[in-house]
């Protein structure tokens, strides 16, 4: 059996970034990217995070987290300190420039969830959730 469901995930992860970056701009939203969107979304959610717990929660590697935290940091959006418990990890924090955007980027979020679930009954919204889920758990080794 042929199946396609990476390349369409991976073509809906292509479009969606595209039409919730544009949405972010029509909203006066312009001090942090969509991908910057989802570190921050993580840490109002937290207020402060280790760096392995932000990769966690995004599933952003290390790599691509640093680069992204050194441009967040220099934006003002958050800050780091090392963890008084373990000199090892740094501690990342929301800053209130960035708590300001929140209330903006969640109707931009909620605008995209209506657009990405037009025409999907409550009870297809959730089956499909639990099947992209099931992928998830799949995937991570």
Not at 32 to 38: E, I, L, T, Y
Not at 91 to 105: C, L, M
Request: aromatic share 8%.
């Amino acid at each position: 059996m042929k199946t396609n469901g990476g390349f369409l995930i991976s073509q809906i992860k292509q479009l969606q970034g595209r039409v919730f970056e544009k949405m972010l701009k029509e909203s006066k939203v312009d001090a942090f990217n969509g991908a910057q969107g989802r570190i921050l979304y993580v840490l109002w959610e937290h207020n402060s995070l280790t760096i392995s717990e932000i990769g966690r929660l995004t599933s952003l590697a290390k790599t691509t987290l640093t680069s992204m935290l050194d441009r967040m940091e220099a934006c003002g959006l958050i800050t780091r300190r090392p963890d008084p418990d373990n000199r090892r990890q740094i501690i990342i924090s929301i800053t209130q420039k960035a708590r300001e955007y929140k209330e903006a980027y969640d109707q931009v979020s909620d605008r995209m969830n209506e657009l990405f679930y037009r025409g999907f009954s409550e009870e297809e919204v959730l089956a499909f959730e639990e099947q992209l889920k099931r992928i998830i758990k799949n995937l991570e080794v």
